[in-house]
């Protein structure tokens, strides 16, 4: 199977699952940052600044949709995100289950304002 070249094409290939957050997660990444390029890093969609600094990605796994941000971002909204599995910077959303939309989009928001205002990029 051909690796996917556009953020469609990976939504597409998910497993049935995962493919209703996938596209609820592409879609609050478009409205979020409606100026970010949609491009495929490292297999997975990533969303990356006119700049071409990467602002966050994410990825589809067996029973989740993982979402990743910088690790500062991630640290910002620690303590709302205690209901969720999280990594280093990452934070796992089980499919089945609504996304976080209004958390998600701060959580863009403040990605964005650290990558312009603060010069931080992209880990």
Known sequence: MPKPST????IDAAPPLGRA???ELRSLSREAVPDAVEQIKWGHPAYVHPDGVILF????????????FTPSTKAAFE???TRYRT???????????????????????????????DGVNWM
């Open 87 to 117: 990594g280093k910077s990452t934070v796992a959303l089980p499919y089945g289950t609504p996304p976080p939309r209004p958390l998600l989009t701060r959580m863009i928001e403040y990605r964005v304002r650290e990558h312009e205002h």
């Open 79 to 81: 303590a709302e995100l």
């Open 21 to 23: 957050l996938l596209t």
């Open 7 to 10: 953020v469609y094409e990976y």
């Open 57 to 68: 990605m994410f990825s589809g796994h067996k029973a989740h949709a993982s979402v990743a």
